[in-house]
């Protein structure tokens, strides 16, 4: 369903075809937004796209679109042209894990892309126009691990990092403007990302996309690091105020020793 309209005001939504980005699509939905649907995998979208307006009634458009290249930014770009979008959620994101030296490299500049370059491009674009209305809503999904360096996901969680100092900074620069922005630092979700992640031998037990989704939109332009779950709040404050980054870093790195084992004993085979 397509509403070219200048009065409409839309929320663009990348990587909505999954885990906790469809999830921020259907909790928009239940707010009656216009949503702009963006992802690569096109017949995925388009039924989202059909389900979410015939459930909730609010007009969607679909942009599929490879968000770690410059082509997929322009195409986002000019697919959006003359449409209003005040509200900009940064989730697309991906993941590479393992013993950093048997990772490819050009899987985790593809990361870098994705998750960093992507989101401060969208945001620069959006919010120029979000500053001459007066008015506005950003929020990236960082990560928990976007704190401290941690080993077997070094890539990723430096990613996260840069999101969270990224977003703290534009968020001073841009809230005198009328343009609100935060970020959101969830733990393990139960997403795609942890699909080859072992829970059984840890305490954790991973947050529901639906409960990510509903407690960073409450929150959005009111708070400006969200951190969903007590125990990613207490990971987050002792880490910030109680033990020393290398005390983190080392027992995140224990955590993820533990979650990652099937495939790092897949790698060790591999490797003997």
Same mark, same amino acid.
């Given at each position: 369903?397509?509403?070219?309209?200048?009065?409409? /005001?839309?929320?663009?939504?990348?990587?909505?075809?999954?885990? %906790?980005?469809?999830?921020?699509? *259907?909790?928009?939905?239940?707010?009656?937004?216009?949503?702009?649907?963006?992802?690569?995998?096109?017949?995925?979208?388009?039924?989202?796209?059909?389900?979410?307006?015939?459930?909730?009634?609010?007009?969607?458009?679909?942009?599929?679109?490879?968000?770690?290249?410059?082509?997929?930014?322009?195409? %986002?770009?000019?697919?959006?042209?003359?449409?209003?979008?005040?509200?900009?959620?940064?989730?697309? +994101?991906? /993941?590479?894990?393992?013993?950093?030296?048997?990772?490819?490299?050009?899987?985790?500049?593809?990361?870098?892309?994705?998750?960093?370059?992507?989101?401060?491009?969208?945001?620069?674009?959006?919010?120029?126009?979000?500053? =001459?209305?007066?008015?506005?809503?950003?929020?990236?999904?960082?990560?928990?691990?976007?704190?401290?360096?941690?080993?077997?996901?070094?890539?990723?969680?430096?990613?996260?990092?840069?999101?969270?100092?990224? @977003? /703290?900074?534009?968020?001073?620069?841009? !809230?005198?403007?009328?343009?609100?922005?935060?970020?959101?630092?969830? +733990?393990?979700?139960?997403?795609?990302?942890?699909?080859?992640?072992?829970?059984? *031998?840890?305490?954790?037990?991973?947050?529901?996309?639906?409960?990510? @989704? =509903?407690?960073?939109?409450?929150?959005?332009?009111?708070?400006?690091?969200?951190?969903? +779950?007590?125990?990613?709040? &207490?990971?987050?404050?002792?880490?910030? &105020?109680?033990?020393?980054? !290398?005390?983190?870093?080392?027992?995140?790195?224990?955590?993820?020793? *533990?979650?990652?084992?099937? !495939?790092?004993?897949?790698?060790?085979?591999? /490797?003997?």
């Amino acid at each position: 369903m397509t509403h070219n309209t200048n009065e409409t /005001e839309w929320t663009l939504v990348t990587g909505a075809s999954g885990g %906790i980005g469809l999830a921020y699509v *259907k909790e928009l939905a239940k707010k009656k937004h216009a949503l702009i649907l963006v992802a690569r995998n096109e017949s995925k979208l388009d039924k989202i796209s059909e389900e979410i307006t015939k459930v909730y009634g609010v007009p969607t458009q679909v942009i599929s679109a490879d968000l770690s290249s410059v082509n997929g930014i322009e195409k %986002i770009i000019n697919e959006t042209r003359g449409l209003n979008v005040t509200t900009l959620i940064n989730n697309a +994101g991906k /993941e590479e894990s393992g013993h950093f030296l048997n990772l490819s490299t050009q899987d985790m500049l593809s990361s870098i892309a994705l998750n960093c370059s992507a989101p401060m491009l969208l945001t620069h674009h959006f919010s120029e126009r979000m500053v =001459k209305n007066g008015s506005g809503e950003i929020l990236f999904v960082g990560s928990i691990v976007g704190f401290q360096g941690v080993p077997l996901i070094a890539n990723y969680a430096a990613t996260k990092s840069y999101l969270i100092a990224f @977003a /703290e900074g534009i968020a001073s620069e841009l !809230k005198p403007k009328g343009v609100n922005v935060s970020i959101a630092a969830p +733990g393990f979700t139960n997403t795609d990302l942890a699909s080859e992640m072992d829970f059984s *031998k840890t305490p954790i037990t991973p947050l529901e996309a639906s409960f990510v @989704a =509903k407690y960073t939109l409450d929150r959005l332009g009111k708070q400006r690091i969200i951190i969903p +779950g007590f125990i990613n709040k &207490f990971l987050y404050f002792s880490g910030k &105020f109680i033990q020393p980054r !290398k005390m983190n870093t080392f027992a995140f790195g224990r955590v993820f020793n *533990k979650v990652l084992q099937t !495939k790092l004993n897949k790698e060790k085979a591999v /490797e003997a």
